[in-house]
């Protein structure tokens, strides 16, 4: 397997609604960062054709739909999804354990190029509060941990997390085990809403993959500048 260049490991999110933005940022971001991930927000304004678009500009696209269903209708959005050729896709896994394999049989269809299939764990936005809410009486970092490794068994080839599960979801699941890290922010950027700020250099000492970076990129006075300086701060490990 090849080593993941410095840049490769940016997903630049894609939260507008601006198709016509979002290609802009695609075209000049092209060679200088990994990829666009692209949400429910522009996936629902500007659908499949939106996508295809993205792609079209030579960018690996990360779909961040989080299918999450029965088995058969994931498997039927799975295989709805591979024409668009995203780099990325995921599912709930919460689901559990028959849909993720459904999921992982369907991107298995798109033969040697196929997706990489990871899956949602614990949303960010949640802590043991609104877990118990739901009925799961965990500590967020357990839940993390089994739900990841439920991920594995299932066939996935890694998870979404936040930085601060990186390191134990390493150490127990190997270091083939794809890490997407969403919430990460550069000393230099605003910390908008985050309230803990993990560098793009940290996520990746600590095990870190793949890294989600929105505004301190797309809200940059110049977007490549900043992927650039990213990019420079992961080779550098500062």
Same mark, same amino acid.
């Given at each position: 397997m090849s080593k993941i260049l410095p840049h490769e490991r940016t997903f630049v999110a894609l939260d507008t609604t601006d198709l016509a933005h979002a290609l802009s940022l695609a075209k000049s971001l092209s060679g200088h960062?990994?990829?666009?991930?692209?949400?429910?927000?522009?996936?629902?304004?500007?659908?499949p054709d939106g996508v295809r678009a993205v792609s079209d500009c030579g960018m690996p696209v990360f779909m961040d739909t989080k299918f999450h269903d029965i088995p058969n209708t994931v498997a039927g959005a799975i295989r709805a999804a591979l024409p668009l050729k995203p780099y990325i896709l995921n599912v709930h896994a919460s689901g559990g354990e028959v849909m993720m394999r459904a999921a992982a049989q369907a991107v298995a269809e798109a033969g040697e190029g196929r997706p990489l299939l990871i899956a949602i764990t614990v949303l960010t936005s949640m802590d043991e509060s609104d877990l118990q809410d739901v009925g799961v009486d965990s500590a967020v970092a357990d839940q993390v941990l089994r739900l990841a490794t439920l991920a594995q068994y299932s066939g996935l080839d890694g998870v979404v997390c936040s930085a601060r599960e990186v390191e134990d979801l390493r150490e127990h699941l190997g270091? $083939?085990? %794809?890490?997407? +890290?969403?919430?990460?922010?550069?000393?230099?950027?605003?910390? *908008? $809403?985050? %309230?803990?700020? +993990?560098?793009?250099?940290?996520?990746?000492?600590?095990?870190? *993959?793949?890294?989600?970076?929105?505004?301190?990129i797309t809200g940059a006075?110049?977007?490549?500048e900043a992927a650039d300086k990213i990019a420079a701060e992961i080779a550098a490990g500062v």
């Open positions: 960062v990994g990829g666009m991930k692209v949400g429910k927000e522009f996936f629902t304004a500007c659908g270091k $083939d085990f %794809k890490l997407v +890290v969403p919430g990460i922010r550069p000393k230099w950027a605003a910390s *908008d $809403d985050q %309230k803990r700020i +993990v560098t793009p250099a940290a996520a990746v000492a600590i095990g870190a *993959d793949y890294l989600v970076i929105g505004r301190p006075a110049d977007p490549v």
